[in-house]
T-cell receptor, first 110, second 115 residues
Framework: QKEVEQNSGPLSVPEGAIASLNCTYS??????FFWYRQYSGKSPELIMS????GDKEDGRFTAQLNKASQYVSLLIRDSQPSDSATYLC??????????FGEGTQLTVNP | KAGVTQTPRYLIKTRGQQVTLSCSPI?????VSWYQQTPGQGLQFLFE???????NKGNFPGRFSGRQFSNSRSEMNVSTLELGDSALYLC??????????????FGPGTRLTVT
């Protein structure tokens, strides 16, 4: 079993809709989670970090962490074509080592 | 602040050769991590350096090595290159956001092609 798993993509949503990206993890040891956005041909860009159970909002992005269910999600409200990218879920598993999911490719259609 | 810089951005090498990649972290960041990204394996952790010491290491063969200098700049070296080493090599610098919580910021990467 992979340590960090993301829901299979690709995911396609219309402009203005809510995009929901999900991630599950198996290692209960670390509770630091991150969402990175990676445009094609570019490097990952940190968009959200979450360390506590519950929701964390930043603009159109909301990260949710549910430790009991070992589940992390990212909601993107009012999705824009510029949000089209691959979204990577990562867990800090040992010191400053990040373990990544395989990524979910999101396409927002105008 | 300037972001993480990596050089070179693109590199083409032949099997059996060796390569050295360089990374300069964000000013003030003392931790540098290296990752390999391939279509098949995704993003995988190579190693992490903090204050010139390797603090963490991933599951890569000994052909992959690294070091960090006193100014926090880091290099990674891959010896005896194999075709499977073709990948995007990413460097990330990290800092504490409080307690044991760290955030990592990636550089643009070095695209290595082995022929």
């Amino acid at each position: 079993q992979k340590e960090v798993e993301q829901n299979s993509g690709p995911l396609s949503v219309p402009e203005g809709a809510i995009a929901s990206l999900n991630c599950t993890y198996s290692d209960r040891g670390s509770q630091s989670f991150f969402w990175y956005r990676q445009y094609s041909g570019k490097s990952p860009e940190l968009i959200m970090s979450i360390y506590s159970n519950g929701d964390k909002e930043d603009g159109r992005f909301t990260a949710q962490l549910n430790k009991a269910s070992q589940y992390v999600s990212l909601l993107i409200r009012d999705s824009q074509p510029s949000d089209s990218a691959t979204y990577l879920c990562a867990q800090e598993t040992s010191g400053s080592r990040l373990t990544f999911g395989e990524g979910t490719q999101l396409t927002v259609n105008p | 602040k300037a972001g993480v810089t990596q050089t070179p951005r693109y590199l083409i090498k032949t099997r059996g050769q060796q390569v050295t990649l360089s990374c300069s972290p964000i000013s003030g960041h003392r931790s540098v991590s290296w990752y390999q990204q391939t279509p098949g394996q995704g993003l995988q952790f190579l190693f992490e350096y903090f204050s010139e010491t390797q603090r963490n290491k991933g599951n890569f063969p000994g052909r992959f090595s690294g070091r960090q200098f006193s100014n926090s700049r880091s290099e990674m070296n891959v010896s005896t290159l194999e075709l499977g080493d073709s990948a995007l090599y990413l460097c990330a610098s990290s800092f504490s956001v409080g307690g044991a919580r760290y955030e990592q910021y990636f550089g643009p990467g070095t695209r290595l092609t082995v022929t």
